[in-house]
C-alpha cells in the first residue's frame, strides 16, 4: 500500500531552484534509499516532506500525498498529528534530537504525552520498554542526560523515540554518518529491525551504496536537484543508466562488479 507519493515537487530559495520535479513512491514496508552528491537536494526533499523546511525555502509546485492527505495543505496545527506520530526523523545530528537539561526519560515523556493518553506510570513503563526494545540498558538511560551517553547509545535512544509511536514513515537522513563503522552497521541493523517489527516505509539518505545494497529495496539518484534515477535497488545497482550513476557504483569496488554479488546480498 503506498505511503507517500511526491508529484512535480519544486522548491526554491529566492530565484534560485533548490530541486525540480521531484517525483517519488514508498510503500509499506519499502525501504527507499535516496543517494547523489552533495549538495543535490536530498536533505531538502527529506524536510520538505515533514513540513521542516525553514521560512527561507518555498515549495513553487508539487504536492505530497500521505494517505489522503496532501501535507502541503496541512496547517501547523494540523501537523501536530503526523510529525513524530507517522512520520518520524532520525538525523545526523542525533544530539539535536535532545535538549541538552532534560534527561531521556523526560523526553519520551513528553512525546507520549504529546501523542497518547497513557497515565504517568504506563508512559514511564512503555519508555523503559522502548530503550530495552533497542537494547540499552534502560534503567540508567532513562535517567541519563544526553552528555552522559555514547554517540551510538544516543542515537539508538533517537531511534527508539522515532519508532515508539510506530510512524508509517522514517526518514533516517545519514543517521550513521558521525558513527564508527561497527556502531553504524548496528544502527542500520536495528532500523532494519524495527523496521521489520512495523512494516513502516524507510527514506535512507545515505552516501553509502554497501548500506543501500544491504538495506534497501529501491533507490533514487539524485543529481543537481533532480532525479535521474529511480527504480528496484536490484536493477539500478546491475543496470544504472545514467552516467552519474554508473560514476557512483564505479567508485565503490565491492559493488562494481556484479549480478553474482548481488545475488547474496
Ligand atoms: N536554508 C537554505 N537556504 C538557501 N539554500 C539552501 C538552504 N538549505 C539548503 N540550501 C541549498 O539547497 C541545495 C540542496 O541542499 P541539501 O542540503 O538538500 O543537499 P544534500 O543533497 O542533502 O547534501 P549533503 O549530502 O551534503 O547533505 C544546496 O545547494 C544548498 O546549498
Not at 505511503?3 to 527507499?32: A, P, Y
Not at 489522503?68 to 506520530?85: F, I, M, S, T, V
Not at 558521525?178 to 529491525?193: E, K
Request: net charge positive.
Amino acid at each position: 500500500m503506498s505511503v507517500l507519493t511526491i508529484s512535480s515537487l519544486t522548491i526554491k530559495h529566492r530565484e534560485e531552484t533548490l530541486v525540480q520535479n521531484i517525483r517519488l513512491s514508498v510503500n509499506e514496508g519499502d525501504w527507499l534509499a535516496l543517494v547523489g552528491e552533495s549538495g543535490s537536494g536530498k536533505s531538502v526533499t527529506a524536510s520538505s516532506i515533514g513540513g521542516l523546511l525553514p521560512r527561507e525555502l518555498i515549495i513553487s509546485s508539487g504536492r505530497i500525498h500521505f494517505g489522503e492527505a496532501n501535507l502541503l495543505d496541512l496547517k501547523e496545527k494540523e501537523w501536530q498529528n503526523y510529525r513524530g506520530k507517522v512520520i518520524s526523523y532520525i538525523f545526523q545530528d542525533y544530539q539535536g534530537a535532545f535538549t541538552p537539561f532534560m534527561t531521556i526519560g523526560a523526553h519520551f515523556d513528553e512525546m507520549l504525552k504529546t501523542h497518547t493518553n497513557n497515565s504517568k506510570q504506563q508512559r514511564k513503563e512503555r519508555a523503559l520498554e522502548t530503550l530495552k526494545n533497542v537494547n540499552l540498558p534502560e534503567e540508567r538511560v532513562y535517567k541519563s542526560y544526553p552528555f552522559q551517553l555514547s554517540g551510538g547509545q544516543l542515537q539508538r535512544a533517537a531511534i527508539a523515540m522515532a519508532m515508539m509511536l510506530k510512524p508509517k514513515l522514517l526518514i533516517a537522513d545519514e543517521p550513521t554518518t558521525a558513527l564508527d563503522s561497527i556502531t553504524a552497521t548496528h544502527v542500520l541493523q536495528l532500523i532494519s529491525n524495527l523496521q521489520q517489527q512495523t512494516n513502516c516505509a524507510v527514506l535512507f539518505i545515505t552516501h553509502d551504496l554497501r548500506h543501500v545494497r544491504k538495506y534497501a529495496n529501491k533507490m533514487a539518484v539524485m543529481l543537481k536537484g533532480e532525479i535521474v534515477e529511480s527504480g528496484s535497488k536490484t536493477s539500478i545497482l546491475q543496470q544504472p543508466q545514467h552516467a552519474y550513476t554508473k560514476a557512483l557504483i564505479a567508485a565503490i569496488p565491492s559493488l562494481r562488479s556484479t549480478k553474482n554479488r548481488l545475488v547474496t546480498i
